[in-house]
């Protein structure tokens, strides 16, 4: 079935390898460097590894390699940035604004610096996305997906740091309110707040802050953990389809994925360099944008249309759903647990999932992870449309606009879950059906969103219990 | 016999329990005194600056007559000075009790509005509607004899 090593015309520096009956190592660089450092097992490993091929498609396996690569451009573009880069309160902006006016190819380094930032986020929660419903995370690979998770987390961290540098107003109100929600934390609120904006107020000294944190403190976290994770994926292998009845047939990583992947990767400098040359301050849409627009002053308002980037829309728009007070305390505060919440369950996925675990099917994970996606494109789509408007609104556009994105997203939805049961043969829908439950009331009935939530989410619980006490007797065939 | 073997490795369990017991104490306080002074160096200062009631400036009060409103600090806060339809001066923190972006004043409807997640103040500080779980704190203003416009701390 495996072709040995037939395969390695293609790279040319492996020829030089040891003789067959391993004596001796081979002549040349490579046996100059294995006679010290014995590199010849890792050859012999890298010769034999292989991408496992399944029932599923294969364009999963490369958005990993896809993400590192826009990492990668990051920190290309990043030590470019950092050659002009002035943090200071009469420096920062202003060298901003030198480098994209003044500096030949400014604007270009800037604007793939923030390409590929938004890049690097789509393919990562794609990564993520898929990881999630091929169920990769599985024993043995838990620590795969809580490695990735981190990585997800420093991302976004990356995102939010690196938007204060610019110094502009933008940023300033962003800033202001991202840090702010840390006050919600118990106990710890208020000091993590001073650590983190370094004062009471976003200042220039958030600024130094974010600075240190952008530049040093998350890219070593982030080489840090891709190490291990890489590490994991080397040692493990990558997963095999689950359920995997015959052994899965493979594909070599070198040359054929390895190939593939640089093939990719150039593909994606082609779309990165493309976009940044001819949109260099992003598709103007809200959230993705990056003109540089005036310095930040503390002392102005703030002005109608200020929102977050896309990707921290659905956390935006979900602290607004949230009345002032809730059982007592206070809405940000509720909304945040639930924030945590939701990314602890996220995190520890791989321990939840039994079914998955003893290599079964699990139907209900898949069906959260798709009800997660509903919940967020809903979010995002409220988040996005312009419930902020214009100084004159009134309640009647904010409810517009939800019915609007709840159309859209139910339409989303079916669509989905047609797809679903037709290309993957999923019967289970219950969280899905929640998902979109809450939608209908919330955007079409008028209901408020936590407590359209909260009857989505009774419903959902009382339909999990009752199926699992009628299939429990006769042991679990039901819900395959 | 026997009972002596087993006193001695009795006694040796524990003397080994408690050295390690020791030991990790040490450890523990080793690491405090490497942490502690980390997190005093990262908690900022206390602010320093211009404290006391803030008089505005030629500029400002133009900017006030103008706009029907301005934002200055007041012993380090964002203060927003506003002067309703009736001409009545009025002057809140400007942070919004809900995330703490700076509120704006919306003449027209006679509200203060926070922009970030569409928050509304009426003009003596009262959420009107949207997430902001707090009134807005109000200052103190008045106009002296000579016309200029002094802010305070203190209640009005
Ligand atoms: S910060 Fe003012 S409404 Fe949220």
């Known amino acids: ?39 010849t097992p890792l050859l012999e490993f890298m010769r034999h590894k292989q991408v496992p091929l399944g029932s599923h498609w294969m364009g999963w396996y490369y958005l990993g390699g896809i993400t590192m690569f826009f990492f990668i451009v990051q920190v290309v573009t990043g030590v470019l940035l950092l050659m002009y880069f002035q943090p200071g309160e009469a420096t920062a902006y ?39 419903m091929l169920k990769a995370y599985r024993p043995p690979r838990e620590l795969t997906w809580v490695s990735g998770y981190l990585l997800f987390l420093i991302t976004l961290g990356f995102g939010f740091s690196g938007y204060l540098l610019p110094w502009n107003k933008l940023a300033y109100f962003a800033t202001t309110v991202g840090t702010n929600i840390v006050r919600s934390v118990p106990f710890l609120g208020d000091w993590l707040l001073l650590v983190l ?22 890219p070593l976290a982030f080489v840090g953990i891709i190490s291990l994770h890489l590490l994991f994926i080397q040692r493990q ?95 940000p505060q509720v909304c945040l647990f639930l924030i945590a919440i939701l990314l ?6 791989p321990w939840l999932d039994r079914r998955a675990a003893r ?33 004159g609104n009134d309640m009647s556009l904010v409810q517009r606009s939800a019915r609007v994105c709840a159309w859209w997203t139910l339409a989303a939805g079916v669509v989905m879950i047609a797809f679903r049961s037709w290309w993957f043969e999923h019967r289970w829908f219950v969280l899905t059906g929640a998902a979109l439950l809450q939608i209908a009331l919330h955007g079409l009935m008028g209901i408020s969103y936590l407590l359209a939530g909260a009857i989505s989410a009774g419903l959902a619980i009382i339909v999990i219990a009752a199926s699992y006490f009628m299939t429990s007797r006769p042991n679990e065939t039901g819900t395959t | 016999m026997q009972e002596q073997v087993h006193t001695v490795s009795n006694s040796t369990t524990s003397r080994r329990h408690f050295i390690d017991l020791l030991l990790g104490a040490s450890i523990l306080g080793w690491l405090a005194s490497i942490a502690y002074p980390v997190i005093r160096y990262l908690k900022p200062l206390p602010q320093t600056g211009a404290t006391g009631p803030t008089r505005l400036t030629r500029e400002e009060t133009a900017k006030l007559e103008q706009d029907q409103f301005i934002i200055v600090p007041v012993s380090g806060q964002r203060v927003i000075v506003l002067q309703s339809q009736d001409q009545k001066l009025l002057a809140f ?45 109000e200052y103190a203003v008045r106009r002296q004899p000579d016309g200029g416009i002094v802010i305070s701390e203190e209640r009005a």
């Open chain 2, 93 to 137: 923190s400007a942070k919004c009790t809900h995330e703490g972006c700076t509120v704006t004043y919306l003449p027209g409807q006679s509200v203060i509005w926070c922009p970030c997640h569409d928050g509304r103040y009426d003009l003596s500080g009262r959420v009107l509607s949207g997430p902001p779980p707090k009134p807005l704190p």
């Open chain 1, 344 to 349: 602890g369950i996220w995190a520890i996925i």
């Open chain 1, 94 to 132: 202003e060298s901003i604004h030198f480098l994209t006016t003044k500096v030949p190819f400014g604007w270009l380094i800037r604007s793939v610096h923030s390409w590929s930032a938004h890049l690097m986020i789509i393919s990562l929660t794609l990564h993520m996305f898929s990881t999630m």
């Open chain 1, 237 to 331: 292998g990558m997963a095999p389809p689950i359920s995997a009845k015959v052994a899965p047939r493979g594909m070599k990583f070198f040359p054929s994925f390895a190939l593939r992947d640089v093939l990719l990767w150039l593909a994606c400098l082609m779309l990165l360099v493309t976009l940044a040359v001819f949109l260099p301050y992003g598709p103007g849409i809200p959230g993705m944008d990056w003109e540089l627009g005036s310095k930040a002053d503390a002392m102005a308002p703030a002005y109608a249309g200020i929102k977050p980037e896309w990707y921290f829309l659905w956390e935006y728009q979900l602290l607004k759903e949230f009345p002032p007070h809730l059982f007592g305390l206070e809405g």
């Open chain 1, 1 to 39: 079935m495996q072709s040995g090593g037939s395969r390695m015309e293609g790279l040319s520096f492996l020829k030089n390898e040891p003789d067959k009956n391993g004596a001796e190592p081979g002549r040349g660089l490579l046996g100059w460097v294995d006679r010290r450092y014995q590199v």
């Open chain 1, 359 to 391: 290599n079964k099917p699990s139907p209900a994970f898949s069906d959260f992870g798709w009800a997660a996606i509903l919940f967020l494109v809903y979010l995002t789509l409220m988040g996005w449309d312009i419930g902020a408007t214009g100084a």
């Open chain 1, 197 to 218: 904006r370094g004062g009471q107020d976003v200042t220039i000294n958030t600024l130094y802050r974010f600075f240190a944190a952008h530049v040093v403190i998350l």
